[in-house]
T-cell receptor, first 115, second 116 residues
Framework: AQKITQTQPGMFVQEKEAVTLDCTYD???????LFWYKQPSSGEMIFLIY??????QNATEGRYSLNFQKARKSANLVISASQLGDSAMYFC????????????FGSGTRLLVRP | DGGITQSPKYLFRKEGQNVTLSCEQN?????MYWYRQDPGQGLRLIYY???????QKGDIAEGYSVSREKKESFPLTVTSAQKNPTAFYLC???????????????FGAGSRLTVL
């Protein structure tokens, strides 16, 4: 069975500083995809970044980067130069490549950016 | 603009009543999904549909039903058999699925159901 664990229910970061949101996962699938989504207070989930389990390099998308450590089964999200608009819930998610319809989510981390 | 429209945004239901949540997409995506979100928790998959006239149960399908008669539409019915239906419901769609890793979902704004 697959499982995603986000151990930080809430975090604070000062505006313009970097922050790391933790995510660990457990799966028996040999190939899988890892995702991060952002959920503002409006409720809509917004895709941020994707990492394939066999990708050689860590994924980056603008200010977002994914620190992928396969041996440790971790996929931490790093947000550089935090902005006030980054305040939101952040969810780590995973799906097996063999059945990518079945995306499972962690419990989320609430990030608050201080001015 | 392309996207997913969910309605209603807020819905109140009396116990014992069925209620249907609407989800429409104009992204020309083949796959559609319904997720449930409870306070302080992540999303849990209720049902998903890979193509028209086909759908599969997710992890928490009991007490819910869906249909997929058109590519653009994937309504969710919360039946009276669902014992704790108060939650936030999110609909999503994707253009890819099956044996691929990068199945990125596009979400609607959600529907909040409250049972009185």
């Amino acid at each position: 069975a697959q499982k995603i664990t986000q151990t930080q229910p809430g975090m604070f970061v000062q505006e313009k500083e970097a922050v790391t949101l933790d995510c660990t996962y457990d799966t028996s699938d040999p190939s899988y995809g890892l995702f991060w989504y952002k959920q503002p207070s409006s409720g809509e989930m917004i895709f941020l970044i994707y990492q394939g389990s066999y990708d050689q390099q860590n994924a980056t998308e603008g200010r977002y980067s994914l620190n992928f450590q396969k041996a440790r089964k971790s996929a931490n999200l790093v947000i550089s130069a935090s902005q006030l608009g980054d305040s939101a819930m952040y969810f780590c998610a995973m799906s097996p490549v063999q059945d990518s319809y079945k995306l499972i989510f962690g419990s989320g981390t609430r990030l608050l950016v201080r001015p | 603009d392309g996207g997913i429209t969910q309605s209603p945004k807020y819905l109140f239901r009396k116990e014992g009543q069925n209620v249907t949540l609407s989800c429409e997409q104009n992204l020309n995506h083949d796959a559609m999904y319904w997720y449930r979100q409870d306070p302080g928790q992540g999303l849990r998959l209720i049902y998903y549909s890979q193509i028209v006239n086909d759908f599969q149960k997710g992890d928490i399908a009991e007490g819910y039903s869906v249909s997929r008669e058109k590519k653009e539409s994937f309504p969710l019915t919360v039946t009276s058999a669902q014992k704790n239906p108060t939650a936030f419901y999110l609909c999503a769609s994707s253009s890819r699925g099956g044996r691929t890793g990068a199945n990125v979902l596009t979400f609607g704004a959600g529907s909040r159901l409250t049972v009185l």
